[in-house]
């Protein structure tokens, strides 16, 4: 796909993250971990609680999910979904700011997480005291960012949109002639940006585990493999989305897979995305797109560390102790939630005109 326009970037410098080392798995046999889903469905049903779990967590907590009348799905769903629950207590399994987002829209509600450690990247690249002084240098800008963000920088802005409505959400903005201040990841910013031609500055985040993504060994192995469709997050890398024939959310990607006729795929994004695919199309061959290539470090090799800190047992042991509860204060939780809901309302008129 071939995109227009030009971007500027904000000069500012942010903090470095590192990735954590890949957290060790829980290594059950099939029997412990029947007996662990099944001591984990006692005790959502007797806490009146709900399992909310994002595409990249590990297959079983997805299912689990599904079987529990919870549910599974991406960053945008996965806000709704948990607003619309009428049980007492959310339990995300996904990375921090999806749980304070589910906190914010809930705040009469417990929400629980797995593991409170379970960050992002692209949260952890925008600290609010920066961020709002590099806002407050533009006042003339309309403030849009990421999802994938703290409450307090979701407080300080106009608009939060995830990947699967930024783009019609910029394409709004745009023709009310606005000015956008985005963050804070770059290659989503810029991928919109050429998209819609819209005037925008951004501040200079990425997902490390998208950004490793690389455009040539992508474009060998699609040599090799000419009938594939390649999918890819647009939290990747412009060169990457620039060889992409989907570019979209995780839940996007899926339906790529499940309603597209190629009877291969090479999928730039996490590989927990992986297991839905399969489930939904189990005769098509999934490629994960390479990481390695020059230049490559593959530190995460396409595996986010932060989501895989959510396991099956770490999940037993919040709903018996009820450790790792989500707190947003009522004053942060008021503001931040202005600029979701603007998103969630803009998201239903969307559905209403369809
Ligand atoms: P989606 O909203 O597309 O699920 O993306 C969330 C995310 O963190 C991707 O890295
Ligand atoms: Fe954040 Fe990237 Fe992990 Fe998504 S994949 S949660 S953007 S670090």
Redesign the pocket.
Known sequence: MKVKGTTQEAQVHIPQVK?PPYPEQDHLSEEEKRELKEQIKQKLKEQNAVLVA?Y?TDGDLQDLAEETGGCVADSLEMARFGAEQEASTLVVA??R?MGETSKILNIEKRVLMPDLA??????EGCPIDQFRAYCDQYPDHTVVVYA?TSAEVKARSDWVVTSGIALPVIKHLSQLGEKILWAP?KHLGQYVQHMTGVEMIFWPGS????EEFKADALQKMHLNHPKAAVLV?P?SPQNVVDLADVVGSTTALIEAVRTMDNPEFIVA??AGILHKMRQLAPDKVLLPAPTMGEGATCE?CAR????AMNSLKKLAHVLDTGENEILVSQELAKKARIPIQRMLDFAAQMKQKK
């Open positions: 990735a994002h990249y996904g990375v700011f379970a960050t992002c990247s692209l949260d994938n990841d997902c490390l585990v998208h997050h939290e994004t996490d995460s986010c560390p932060w989501m």
